[in-house]
């Protein structure tokens, strides 16, 4: 099956660990965490898109289309996959899936998107997310357009926001990304994600370590 896929950066949430400061917009290296996952994303597919509910303007700097969620209130991970998937859709080359990533996660595997796509390749319909160390990463996943359409009727229940609550309803694969090992022989997991103060200056101290 030939599939045609647009990558999409999860950038709409509320950051309440964080006090409510943009997890996307805080400095990383010599950039902002978004930057770092933008590049990170737009190797390894294009076109990317941005979905967030915050001001546009804060992502203006980046050459990508912002897209906001259509479901009233903070709906959660699922209302940005289903406002990436109506986007993707609506192109004058449709796409067929969108390949998702979160904006809290700034070392995400450089060979997602094509380990994602070689499991979903022969089954249409088929959803793939990816695990590591065994935990599942239900955001970073590969998801038919073909299905949005299934989520936007899942959620016009209010209780219906658990990204695997929906998942589990549909085909899926799961792809296993190893943990890896850095330079200093401490694991890092390639799913790491940036939640609370705490987690974004581990986040610097692991990017100091490679860099
Ligand atoms: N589009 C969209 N993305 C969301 C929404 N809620 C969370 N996300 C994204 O999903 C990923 C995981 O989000 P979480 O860390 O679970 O939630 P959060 O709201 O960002 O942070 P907390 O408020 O601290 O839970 C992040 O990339 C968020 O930006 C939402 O309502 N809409």
């Given at each position: 099956?030939?599939?045609?896929?647009?990558?999409?950066?999860?950038?709409g949430?509320?950051?309440?660990?964080?006090?409510?400061?943009?997890?996307a917009?805080?400095p990383?290296?010599?950039?902002?965490?978004?930057?770092?996952?933008?590049?990170?994303?737009?190797?390894?597919?294009?076109p990317?898109?941005?979905?967030?509910?915050?001001?546009?303007?804060?992502?203006?700097?980046?050459?990508?289309?912002?897209?906001?969620?259509?479901?009233?209130?903070?709906?959660?991970?699922?209302?940005?996959?289903?406002?990436?998937?109506?986007?993707?859709?609506?192109?004058?080359?449709?796409?067929?899936?969108?390949?998702?990533?979160?904006?809290?996660?700034?070392?995400?595997?450089?060979?997602?998107?094509?380990?994602?796509?070689?499991?979903?390749?022969?089954?249409?319909?088929?959803?793939?997310?990816?695990?590591?160390?065994?935990r599942?990463?239900?955001?970073?996943?590969?998801?038919?357009?073909?299905?949005?359409s299934?989520?936007?009727?899942?959620?016009?229940?209010?209780?219906?926001?658990?990204?695997?609550?929906?998942?589990?309803?549909?085909?899926?694969?799961?792809?296993?990304?190893?943990?890896?090992?850095?330079?200093?022989?401490?694991?890092?997991?390639?799913?790491?994600?940036?939640?609370?103060?705490?987690?974004?200056?581990?986040?610097?101290?692991?990017?100091?370590?490679?860099?």
């Amino acid at each position: 099956m030939d599939l045609r896929i647009a990558g999409a950066i999860l950038a709409g949430g509320q950051s309440r660990r964080m006090d409510g400061i943009d997890k996307a917009l805080l400095p990383f290296g010599e950039k902002r965490v978004i930057d770092h996952v933008f590049e990170r994303l737009s190797r390894q597919i294009t076109p990317v898109v941005l979905n967030s509910n915050n001001e546009p303007v804060l992502f203006m700097e980046l050459p990508i289309p912002v897209v906001p969620d259509d479901i009233d209130g903070f709906a959660g991970p699922l209302a940005g996959i289903l406002a990436a998937m109506e986007w993707a859709n609506g192109q004058a080359l449709p796409f067929t899936h969108i390949a998702t990533v979160a904006t809290d996660t700034p070392f995400f595997p450089d060979d997602l998107v094509d380990t994602l796509r070689r499991s979903v390749a022969d089954e249409r319909g088929c959803i793939c997310v990816a695990a590591s160390g065994g935990r599942l990463h239900p955001v970073f996943g590969i998801w038919p357009v073909s299905l949005r359409s299934d989520l936007r009727r899942w959620l016009s229940n209010e209780n219906h926001r658990r990204v695997m609550a929906w998942l589990e309803r549909h085909p899926h694969k799961i792809a296993e990304f190893p943990i890896r090992t850095e330079q200093s022989g401490v694991p890092l997991d390639p799913f790491f994600n940036i939640n609370t103060p705490e987690d974004i200056n581990e986040a610097r101290r692991r990017w100091n370590a490679i860099s």
